[in-house]
């Protein structure tokens, strides 16, 4: 699976961004996740928010309510997920990851955050 996320961009504190990322399909038709995941300079990684195959979505506890994760799989060829971020505070600001990988509920995509496929990543700066 490859994955190659949109541009990202800048954004005054209170405002929205939205960003896409879009994903091969898998060989196997198995249930299977995407989401996005963010760094911040001098921090780890961290889940922000994922979705399944069939729609049931998990979201960080500081995104809850702000970010909204949606995937279109219509095209035969390729997903695409999308992260629409409001009400966005200075914290937001880090490199955000799309990512992907088999998966029996989003939440694990958190959890096996070292055996997902992951795009190069785009940068988020919300200034204050």
């Known amino acids: 699976v490859h994955l190659v996320e949109s541009e990202g961009g800048s954004a005054q504190a209170g405002g929205s961004l939205k960003l896409s990322c879009v994903g091969s399909?898998?060989?196997?038709?198995?249930?299977?996740?995407m989401g996005w995941f963010r760094q911040a300079l001098g921090k780890e990684r961290e889940g922000v928010a994922a979705?399944?195959?069939?729609?049931?979505?998990?979201?960080?506890d500081d995104v809850k309510g702000r970010f909204t994760i949606s995937l279109d799989t219509k095209d035969n060829a390729k997903n695409t997920l999308y992260l629409q971020m409001n009400n966005l505070k200075a914290e937001d600001s880090a490199k955000y990851y799309c990512?992907?990988?088999?998966?029996?509920?989003?939440?694990?995509?958190?959890?096996?955050?070292?055996?997902?496929?992951y795009g190069q990543g785009t940068q988020v700066t919300v200034s204050s």
């Open positions: 399909k898998f060989t196997f038709n198995n249930r299977y996740c």
């Open positions: 990512a992907t990988n088999y998966c029996n509920a989003p939440s694990q995509l958190f959890r096996r955050a070292p055996y997902n496929t």
């Open positions: 979705i399944s195959s069939d729609g049931e979505t998990v979201y960080a």
